[in-house]
């Protein structure tokens, strides 16, 4: 019998250790998991044609998740290590990469610096697109599986800022490819990235990936991302409001403020504003057109617009005001010069000065040899805020006495005149981050003649800033540098901001950790390893 | 005889008028986006291009063939075409006979029904109106029609997402299919997809067809063979059926076989609004991007698609009516 009750005894303590096991191993099991986010639904207006790293905005997703560069931009938009580990340059024209041991494709292949050789020949040879930004590299040499070494034409501080945007491909799939434009095999997507390319389901407008297991950065917060993609703004802010999506996401660009007053409404929908680095609508004048070579009748327009009532207007709020040193706060070394104001006396009388008068009192300037003065104001047709934007600018301008003839064109004429033929008088038209990082920096690319140039500047003051800006490394001589040239905007006046819209970021309240990256947003490298439910 | 000679002498002449046409139209089709401002390479370019250098410009064009003189661009446009051969989208990567036949069939699965809908819905619902002419049905129905007729198609298409997508929730935000699906599942779910677009195609398509069906059927009841077949003692359903709608039916074939044509260039704002893959946006994109391979294939198929509509309206309206195409 007390054989039978100590047995009993045993067996009854066992059983409890097994059952306090099971539970304890359950709550570990579950308080592990808790965190993760088994799938995040995302919402875009932003359309993959096919699932083609040469598809523009496949690409774009491809480096957010799926691919790496060398190196990426971090929250602050500063570079930071990516493939590479480290990196060094004497001259700013032969750089040396060192890239991580662990980094494997998502095939189980290793990453080597030959890929990486192999990636930037094959984009020089195959794709003419690709020498608009690394067509500066003169050669890559891969003296053992982890350096690069990539020479350039000339020296280049930016040169970082450039490579941060070329997305290694594995050698191993692409080396038996002739046309890449037209690979569309699955294989195609393979990357090294945090993400791995799923399916792309066109009716659907589904795209999936899942988390990869063997990320050297470790595996990230969320399982699965699926891209579903609205041709309509509305239905997407619908089925957010729905909860069918988590995120709202336009790459590059934040949400209208029209949607906000009905999604404050909603205590699981959370709304960041974030400082744009790029500018809303910026007037671009062509500084090689008489009469705007001028800097006088430049900085004399500069005066007309009321920024306020424009700020109001156009961003609800969501906006800041526009400084004379061009470029957006938050950029590196960026200099607080003066605040675009709207001063009619002031710009009525630059333009008399100019000879610019009313000769046949009909309440509008004629130019100094009398004729009609009637610059055309050329912007998009598709943008529906830049066309009334251009109405705004029309009616202020008028208050001076300008009588400036809007010119519409839809996205092709107006990047033909603008980019290619110059013919523009002046236009009306937005800034990218990376824009504003082209050239070396500061908006050179948009506005050094030699780059795009669409405010056209060629003078050799200018000129001269934006290569010393290329050339040097010592943080306080670019400081000194990036002041100057912010200078030489609010003086010589080649384009000035008319407003410039925050990024209204809605994401789902139910998750925390988003974090915004300058040019990926909120689907931020952050985001991807810090989302976790709140 | 002599009547189904004068037939084939008119299938005849307007086979080959409509063979003419089409030659001029294919002709067309090249130099109408050629004519246009903007350039494909540029637009290509966008944001990406750091550098405006010529020669980049120069090897793109190359690449696609702009390169060439226009009358060499022309005969090699011909020659494609006559080895069915559409060319490649500059802008999307993918081959212009791939791009369309993934669009095309969404597009007539989505409009080819809306349109027979939307005609039988006016023809019944025009005749009833006519017939009932100044009755409290025709004052609804027309009523309907005409507010049907000048909503906007963005607002209506709008309208119905909002309240049985998005308030209800019986029918999905958009696009074509949920994935995931196949077999019987995924038919249904298609049509779970596209019963809100083809609603709201089937409505705008039916109120401007009910104007002119019910216009028509008043019109006729006027006329004195009208007031001879009444004294002839024919019940108001017969005249209706066999003298009334007998009439109608030529105008209104050919307004049925517009829409049919027409039907290939797509619903651009239904398309819009509901997320769809179709030969709307696929046009528009292309337009807006200059896409010349894309705008010629999707011309072609309108092109044809117009012309057989058409093709077949006059065959149909030589039946309908015999007086057309038959003995003079």
Known sequence: MKRTSGLLTIGLIFLCFCLIGAVWAAQTEKSGSSDRIAKLTVGTINQINDANPWDYYFGVYSMMLSHQGLVRFNNDGDLVPDLATSWETKDLQKWTFHLREDALWHDGKPVTAQDFKFTIDYDLEKDPLSKSYIGTIKSVEAPDNKTVIINLEKPDYNFLNTIAVVKTIPEHIFKSVDDPKKFNDKEAAIGCGPYKFVGFDRDAGIVTYQANDNYWGGKPAIDTIELRMFKNPDALMLAFQKEEIDLPYYYSKGTSYYYVPKLLENDDIGIEVYPERGITNVLWFNTAKAPFDNKELRQAFSYAPNYEELKNMFTAGYGSAPCAGWVPNGTLYYTEIRTLTQDVNKSKSLLDSLGFKDVNGDGLLEMPDKAKFQPKLLTRSDLPDSVRAAEMLKKYFANVGIDIEIDLADKSTHGEIMDEKKTHEISLAGTTFWGMTMGEGYGSGYTDTRNYGWSMVSDPKYQSLVDDLGMTQDKDKRKDLAAEIQNYYAEEMPQFTVYSMNIIQPYNARYAGWEYNPLHGILSYGTLFNLHKA | ?328
Request: neutral net charge.
């Open chain 2, 1 to 328: 005889m002599t009547m189904m000679s004068g037939r084939k002498a008119y299938f005849l002449g307007k086979l080959i008028r409509y063979a003419f046409t089409f030659f001029l139209i294919l002709s067309l089709n090249f130099a109408l986006p050629r004519m246009m401002p903007g350039d494909p390479i540029v637009n290509l370019l966008g944001e990406e291009a750091l550098h405006n250098d010529p020669r980049m410009i120069e090897l793109l064009r190359a690449e696609h063939g702009l390169d060439k003189p226009l009358h060499i661009q022309y005969f090699s446009y011909l020659r494609s075409l006559a080895r069915m051969d559409l060319g490649y989208s500059i802008h999307k990567n993918l081959s212009v006979a791939e791009l369309m036949a993934n669009s095309l069939i969404w597009t007539l699965l989505l409009v080819f029904p809306s349109v027979l809908i939307g005609s039988i819905l006016a023809l019944l619902c025009g005749s009833l109106a006519g017939f009932k002419s100044n009755s409290l049905t025709d004052f609804l129905l027309t009523a309907l029609a005409l507010l049907f007729y000048t909503c906007p198609p963005f607002l209506l298409a709008m309208l119905l997402l909002s309240i049985f997508a998005f308030h209800l929730g019986l029918f999905p935000l958009g696009n074509l299919t949920s994935g995931g699906r196949d077999g019987l599942d995924y038919v249904l779910d298609v049509a779970w997809h596209l019963f809100l677009p083809v609603a709201a195609l089937s409505l705008l398509g039916a109120s401007y067809k009910f104007l002119v069906v019910r216009n028509s059927v008043t019109q006729i009841f006027d006329e004195q063979f009208i007031v001879a077949a009444r004294a002839k003692g024919l019940t108001e359903r017969c005249i209706l059926l066999r003298h009334v709608i007998r009439n109608v039916l030529p105008p209104f074939i050919s307004m049925v076989a517009l829409s049919f044509g027409f039907m290939v260039s797509g619903a651009l704002i239904v398309e819009i609004v509901f997320s769809l893959n179709g030969m709307g946006t696929l046009i528009y994109d292309a337009v807006v991007a200059r896409d010349y391979p894309v705008m010629q294939g999707s011309f072609l198929v309108l092109t044809m698609f117009v012309l057989a509509a058409n093709f077949a309206a006059d065959m149909l309206y030589a039946v309908a009516d015999p007086r057309i195409g038959g003995q003079r």
